[in-house]
């Protein structure tokens, strides 16, 4: 079992920046990929990005690329994103989530084995 928490969400103004992250407990994520996810209000969950174990290869949603950064320490079973020039779009529940998953699959929520409580994030304009 991981256990996954994040933290770092809060309110911004458009234009600005938030570092979200992520803190595994339990059994090690250092084999897992780590993804973040989104669900805005009356919408479906989506793909935000994900990394897999080794930090090597990251996957962006094309409406955070360039804007997004994901990145992972498996020595301290963390995981973050950074989140620059935010938009009112990306306001929305963030969610860590870690599974064992083929490259073809990180886009996938159902690929995933186990989420975080999420942290809201909120971007006025």
């Known amino acids: 079992q991981v256990q996954l928490v994040e933290s770092g969400g809060g309110w911004v103004q458009a234009g600005g920046s938030l570092r979200l992250s992520c803190a595994a407990s339990?059994?090690?994520?250092?084999?897992?990929?780590l993804g973040w996810f989104r669900r805005a209000p009356g919408k479906e969950r989506e793909f935000v990005a994900a990394i897999n174990w080794s930090g090597g290869m990251t996957l962006y949603a094309d409406s955070v690329k360039g804007r997004f950064t994901i990145s992972r320490d498996n020595a301290k079973n963390a995981c973050s994103l950074q989140m620059n020039s935010l938009k009112p779009e990306d306001t929305a529940v963030y969610y860590c989530?870690?599974?064992?998953?083929?490259?073809?699959?990180?886009?996938?929520?159902?690929?995933?084995?186990?989420w975080g409580q999420g942290t809201q994030v909120s971007v006025s304009s």
């Open positions: 989530a870690a599974g064992l998953i083929p490259p073809a699959g990180l886009r996938s929520g159902a690929e995933y084995d186990y």
């Open positions: 339990g059994r090690s994520a250092g084999g897992y990929v």
